[in-house]
């Protein structure tokens, strides 16, 4: 049996492997095209395509496909085998330079949002070098671009990496004032922490709401749930470690570095959190992970869901997103330092994210926008809608001190110019993590909380780099202009923390209190909605920023504003549709026929004994009836507003009346429904209960 240190990275041609098999000149001229994005030579694309193929063949691999990820959320691969014809009638296996560095699948059937005609079907796929080649199955699989015959990026990876040079290009600015003239590139980093539910296929198939959306349109309140706390970091179920025992294996071999694993706070719910990397590779690694979950899962009989909120009443599934930035050379920017120069850079960088998430609020609301995170954001589990940093006591009262040009009372130091002498040597972990908070400073990172469990990590990152990238580029334009330069930084700090500190809060998320003083006295945004933060992407500020550091362009803001309104309605029409259909045919005749016999009960009873008057049948025959009809009246209710969502003008118009008239249906037909489940002999309930999915997986 394989050690781990053997497992780790079989699978992925990765710097080891190439190093080994490409020659000095050849790994030279790649790394260097990786590292400091410098053009790849043909020739080299030739030398790397042939030592892939040879080493892709040794692994069993018969095919290879450019892997991408468009605007689907998930990913797609075409795949073409290696083998070429010969000329005595046999084959050859052949790869070449041409087919590594671009790819063409078809464009025509993924989302455009209007960028292209659905007839214009030409597509193309762009091999990215930062981010390594990998066998699944039998196929070598390339991470790539991918964009439209014009040019326009239809993938999220395109984005992603324009967003990272972004912030390469205006962090290192900055660095070269400090004096840091060896750093070549600056990345940003990312952990992100993965929950998900199993639960067992057999349950999962008799619920047609799960198949078709994903989450339990209906079900009422178990008698056990969550709330003896019994289930977070509890002893985790032999088949559940059998799946996560699988999991751990798979994605080492595809170098995914999975580190921790629990049992999460709801019942069946589970984490899976892997040590950080490069956003690029790590976006790349969570997509993997989540495919690999739930193919591993159906191995054991389970399936694993993804869904933010797959069950009323107990806590969703989040995506954790733990955000830093670091030189090539190992230096974390978001890390104090020893010195005042080192302390002085810090506080810029940290000034950076605070003005870039208050600059920038409604974009990152925007960026965990699905119609599953609405029903998560603002619950027990999750921050609330309205966007805020929490920094911690010490920290927050440090920038208050440098505000104030006022000594820190945690120190006898006094104030210095730059502000950075009143900086004590700053400790990891000196506050308690507030789990309220959307945007938490946690000692050498930021963790961004409202991402959902099924949401692609780089629609969020994107808008983290291009943010402080902005920031980062105002700062430096006012300090390559300053006569002098520590006490332009000084002022700039300052004025940051004034102009900004409304958006740093320490307190509970969760209390009304809070929600009503961003709004009302701070000034903060709190979208509570898809159809209310999506629109907001196309302000005036929001395309001059995105497209003036080259994330986008203003094409392709207006073409995703477009796919993701389109993606919330289609969303909630296909959850309303099938309430309808599970409510006509399976709930109302099941409620319809338990009646039935309970009349049938009442009246053999009154033949036995005509003085019995039944109450027990009579009463409930009476309140099922009742509920029947007022089941059929909330379908007709959740029918018709699905008809009026024809005479919407446009996709946001129509996703404001999903909002408005289709969603608050849909609750009202689930309460209904859900009451006639509590009343409902078992054995003529058509549907698993949540007590016998959520504790079905032993």
Known sequence: MKTVPETFGSLVFGDRVMKSMLSAEVYASLKKTIDEGASLDIGVANA????????????GATHFTHWFQPLTGITAEKHDSFISPSPDGGIIMEFSGKELI?????????????????????????????????????TLCIPTAFCSYGGHALDKKTPLLRSMEALNKQALRVLRLFGNTTAKCVRSYVGPEQEYFLISKEMYDARPDLRFTGRTLFGAKPPKGQEMDDHYFGAIKPRVAAFMDELNEELWKLGIMAKTEHNEVAPAQHELAPIYTTTNVSTDHNQLTMEIMQKIASKHGLVCLLHEKPFAGVNGSGKHNNWSVATDEGQNLLSPGETPYENAQFLLFLCAVIKAVDDYQDLLRISVATAGNDHRLGANEAPPAVISIFLGDEL????????????????????????????????RDTTDRNRTSPFAFTGNKFEFRMLGSSNSIAGANIIINAAVAESLKIYADRLEGAGDFETELHEMIKQTISDHKRIIFNGNGYDDAWIKEATEVRGLLNYRTTADCLPHILDRKNVEMLTAHKVFTV????????????????????????????????????VSAFAASLAGRAKVKKELDPSLYCSYEIDLVRTLSKL?????LRVDELQNALIVLHEAEDTEAESVMIRDIVLPAMCELRVACDEAETLTDKDFWPLPTYAEILFSVR
């Open 628 to 632: 029947t009809d007022l089941i059929a």
């Open 396 to 427: 927050s009262a440090i920038l208050e001190a440098i505000e104030k040009d006022e000594p820190y009372e945690g120190t006898k130091k006094t104030v210095m110019k730059l502000g950075v002498h009143v900086l004590p040597k700053f400790n």
């Open 102 to 138: 671009q790819g063409e699948p078809d464009a025509s059937s993924f989302p455009s949002g209007g960028l292209r005609a659905t007839f214009e079907a030409r597509g193309y796929t762009a091999w990215d070098p930062t981010s390594y080649a990998f066998i699944k199955g039998k």
């Open 555 to 590: 094409e392709e803001i207006e073409s995703r504003c477009e796919i993701m309104l389109e993606n919330y309605c289609k969303t909630v029409v296909i959850e309303a549709n099938t309430m309808v259909d599970m409510a006509k045919t399976q709930i109302a005749p099941a």
């Open 48 to 59: 790397v395509a042939a030592a892939m193929k040879d080493w892709a063949v040794s692994k």
